[in-house]
């Protein structure tokens, strides 16, 4: 069996008095693609949000490369080889595709940078295309691809993708799922957070669906998107 990169056991994420998250747990091991699915407000976003030191947790445990990580900085997550992909993209608008695939190298001291970029041009050609343009003029999924490679820019061991498809067009996301499955076949471990459950599910080899704070089931993927549970609830069946 591959060796487990990420393990959760027992998040719980709270803002306030309200608890959002309530003992999650789930593994990603070496070379997967998973998904974690499940309908909006789900907790799927922030889960990520507490892996990766955005959203404080207050209980459970959180352990990448078999190291306890709770409590660490988005910072030294990158560095380690931990990098997310936000919902919204979050791309330096006032940069351009260059300088923002740049930005994601920062953590980075050695030289390979400027070919790392060419292989980024390789996997999204549109970025080639238009390298000197501000990111703020892309349309919306011009901008995912950019935010994706910016995240492999860092070079991740594992790379989180927070709703890579969310508000973009059919063709579009067509595009991304495309990507998404490319960049795993070529060696990254992915958690795929999704609200389109069969896309998520048809690239993954396990998923899990959380509803309400909580992990409902999981298993193989195929099975969860054969199994009528699923299909009624996230497949509109």
């Known amino acids: 069996m591959a060796n487990t990169l990420l393990k959760v056991s027992g998040l719980k994420v709270a803002y306030g008095g309200i608890q959002a998250v309530k003992g999650v747990s789930f593994e990603v091991r070496e070379g997967e693609l998973v998904s974690l699915i499940g309908a909006n407000g789900a907790g799927k976003t922030t889960t990520l949000k507490a892996i990766t030191g955005t959203q404080a947790a207050v209980g459970g445990d959180i352990e990448y490369l078999g190291r306890p990580i709770k409590g660490q900085g988005p910072w030294d997550l990158v560095k380690q080889g931990l990098v997310m992909v936000p919902e919204g993209r979050g791309t330096f608008t006032r940069m351009t595709i260059t300088e923002n695939l740049q930005m994601g190298a920062f ?6 940078v400027d070919a790392d970029i060419d292989k980024v041009f390789a996997i999204f050609p549109r970025l080639k295309e238009r390298r000197h343009q501000l990111a703020g003029t892309m349309s919306g999924g011009e901008q995912q691809m950019l935010a994706m490679g910016r995240a492999l820019m860092a070079r991740p061991k594992v790379l989180l993708l927070d709703e890579p498809s969310m508000g ?8 991304i799922f495309e990507v ?9 471990t992915v958690l795929l957070v999704e609200q389109n459950a069969s896309r998520a599910l048809q690239l993954a080899s396990r998923g899990y669906v959380m509803d309400s704070g909580e992990v409902t089931m999981s298993g193989d993927a195929k099975a969860l998107l054969s199994d009528p549970k699923v299909r009624a609830a996230y497949l509109g069946e």
């Open 107 to 112: 953590v980075r001291g050695d030289r390979e």
């Open 168 to 175: 973009l067009s059919p063709i579009m996301v067509d595009k």
């Open 180 to 188: 998404v499955d490319d960049i795993h076949k070529r060696g990254t």
